[in-house]
């Protein structure tokens, strides 16, 4: 919480893997 910047940059990641990420497990993309 300390460093929003580097939350910003997990947060991109994450989108790009959204479409996988969505179908593995959906409630750990809300949740981060």
Do not use: D, G
Not at 7 to 17: A, G, M
């Amino acid at each position: 919480m300390a460093v929003p910047k580097r939350r910003h940059s997990k947060s991109r990641t994450r989108k790009r893997r959204s479409k996988y990420y969505n179908e593995l497990e959906p409630p750990q993309l809300m949740e981060c």
